[in-house]
């Protein structure tokens, strides 16, 4: 199982990106698609997760949801193994590497598993 994201770049305040990521490889299921960001110096924290169900959550427990909900939309195509991650209005602050995240399991078996993407850069100037 492999993720490879793209879409990133530099981009000025109030401007717009859209990362993808796609998920290759066979004989698994996928139970949520997500991304997640990491700032320097800071720890990686959850920006938002949709699961197969089409439940989507923003900022995970920490209190980047009501930073990012309204400018940021998730969206997955579970046919073509992607996810989409619609960034409007953008900020200086939201300046981070982007991972993606899928949490999966082989067919016939229960334990989940997690893999990540190699990250994209996201750089948003004032």
């Known amino acids: 199982v492999q993720l490879q994201a793209s879409g990133g770049g530099l981009v000025q305040a109030g401007g717009s990106l859209r990362l993808s990521c796609v998920v290759s490889?066979?004989?698994?299921?996928?139970?949520?698609m997500g991304w997640y960001r990491q700032a320097p110096g800071k720890q990686r924290e959850s920006v938002a997760e949709?699961?197969?169900?089409?439940?989507?959550?923003?900022?995970?427990?920490?209190n980047l949801g009501a930073s990012v909900q309204g400018r940021f939309f998730i969206s997955a195509d579970y046919t073509k193994k992607t996810v989409y991650l619609q960034m409007n209005s953008l900020k200086p602050e939201d300046t981070a590497v982007y991972f993606c995240?899928?949490?999966?399991?082989?067919?016939?078996?229960?334990?989940?598993?997690?893999?990540w993407g190699q990250g994209t850069l996201v750089t948003v100037s004032s």
């Open positions: 949709v699961t197969t169900e089409g439940i989507i959550k923003y900022g995970g427990t920490t």
């Open positions: 490889g066979s004989g698994f299921s996928i139970n949520s």
């Open positions: 995240n899928i949490k999966w399991r082989y067919y016939g078996r229960t334990y989940e598993r997690e893999n």
